[in-house]
């Protein structure tokens, strides 16, 4: 059964910088397409970035240049650099993979709290 689990969330100040991981088990992973969603409290699940199983990489419009998302094939990774953090980007992180022919994301992980205050 497929599994995700994150880590790296954190209590960081305004301007400040976090790294996201998420490792992947029970798939064919380097077939996956991934992806950071976020959902803070009392608002919709929000799309953050996706990388594609051969790496390429689109941004939510938000992310404005702070965010990078990569990927380590042999480590079954994914990743979510976060720079310049704001207040609004307090959120759970999760990380979310799909077969590359499927259009629905079908593996979430549980998510890793992001709190960005002063």
């Known amino acids: 059964q497929a599994q995700q689990v994150e880590s790296g969330g954190d209590l960081v100040q305004p301007g400040g910088s976090l790294n996201l991981s998420c490792t992947a088990s029970?798939?064919?992973?380097?077939?996956?397409?991934m992806a950071w969603f976020r959902q803070a409290p009392g608002k919709q699940r929000e799309w953050v970035a996706t990388i594609t199983n051969i790496g390429a990489t689109v941004y939510g419009k938000f992310v404005e240049g702070r965010f990078t998302i990569s990927r380590n094939n042999a480590q079954n990774t994914v990743y979510l650099e976060m720079n310049s953090l704001k207040p609004e980007d307090t959120a759970v992180y999760s990380c979310?993979?799909?077969?590359?022919?499927?259009?629905?994301?079908?593996?979430w992980g549980q998510g890793t709290q992001v709190t960005v205050s002063a």
């Open positions: 979310a993979g799909r077969y590359y022919t499927t259009p629905d994301y079908t593996y």
């Open positions: 029970g798939m064919i992973f380097s077939d996956h397409v």
